[in-house]
């Protein structure tokens, strides 16, 4: 069955790889599928036909035959339940990949975001500047942990696994911020995800819809 | 096998339910287990061992013998996909029901834990006058798009499921805010969920460890 996926007409980030539709084009591309892909605009995100698609508006979305999900880590957790190659056969190893998955969602991605709206939303605010070192410092909290948790592993059990890809995808989102160069051990973990084929064959299908060329990286 | 959770010795909310063992107690309640609870204190919390079983330093954490699992959303998908009661049998509507335990951890308690940390960590700061009504307009962007698609339904997709567990355990955090009165379809969405049996026994678990008592509602 066709897997279609939708994506921003153009992306936010101009194709820096930030919009969640790359997690699904990786998670896709490491179960080896094809995929297609419906573009979005602004205005048709908020309209009925995406909004029935997707209740918060957003994308991406993911359909295949009569299914239709939203949420990245679903349709993720979907493809991976359903192919090999993002987690493994052990039933309790299973569970601690996904287990990561969460955790990159749930607790390391959120002050992640909170730094985002105090850059994006809040930039020409007031307090702004004396506001941002304690979101900062929130980040770093779940940093720290994180380094430790992993030391000198390449991926946080075991094989790569979809909680990689969703850890990786997460920490991505701090790289221009410069923070991730304080973790040696996590930018290297980062630079390993993007370094897999998988993940090149995705960054540059999203990069050639935002800019009309592939990368060459 | 024995089921054995970690839970606040001390909970910061007084045993208001919203510590997050007590979703991890409700998803157990629903699939009608027996379970055990390890009190664990602040300082035991950011200890090795504890460190060993949740590298974040956090409650719940869940032991099902050589299984070791943390992250609220992973646990609970455990019992769920191991249990009747919290999924639906259909394949499509499963995958459906697990996109909405990532809705409510992904996008909609985001915003609300920012709204946390506005009130508990910058109370006191000077801009938090003029900031709190833009972070609770963020929180109500999304309230609007959830009020909207729960429409007059009971749960989110047909029979109650772990994703109308997370999304009520996500919402509840707001109960005291006062925000949710002003969609009166969630507040009555909340309601339901709380009236289960099965949270009712969750929550009153969680308030005797913490008071010494047990509730009466």
Redesign the interface.
């Known amino acids: 069955m066709t897997i279609t996926i939708t994506a921003f007409e153009r992306s936010p980030d101009g194709g820096k790889g930030l919009a969640r539709d790359t997690r699904v084009r990786w998670a896709i591309e490491e179960a080896g599928l094809s995929y297609e892909v419906r573009p979005v605009s602004f205005r048709a995100m908020k309209e009925p036909a995406h ?1 029935a698609l997707h ?4 994308i991406p979305t993911y359909e295949e035959g ?2 239709a ?6 349709i993720v ?2 493809i991976a339940q359903r192919h090999a190659g993002l987690l493994p056969d052990d039933a ?1 190893a299973r ?2 990949a ?2 990561w ?3 990159a ?3 390391v ?2 002050p992640i ?2 730094l985002g ?1 105090a850059r994006l ?2 930039g020409s ?3 702004n500047a ?2 941002l070192p ?1 979101v900062e410092d ?1 980040v770093r909290v ?1 940093l720290d ?2 380094s ?2 992993l030391g000198d592993a390449d991926w946080l059990d075991g094989a790569f696994s979809a909680g990689d890809l969703m850890m990786v995808s997460v920490l991505l989102r701090l790289k221009s911020s410069g923070m991730l160069d304080e973790y040696p051990n996590l930018a290297a973990y980062v630079a390993r995800g993007e370094a897999r084929p998988a993940y090149q064959r995705a960054f540059d299908a999203q990069l050639a819809v935002n800019t009309g060329k592939s990368s060459t990286i």
Request: aromatic share 8%; hydrophobic share 40%.
């Open positions: 909004l209740p918060f508006g957003q009569d299914l999900l939203f949420e990245t880590g679903a957790l979907h309790d569970a601690r996904i287990t998955m969460f955790a969602l749930s607790t991605e959120p975001l909170e709206n939303l809040e605010k007031p307090w004396e506001r304690l929130r779940r942990q994180l430790v948790r």
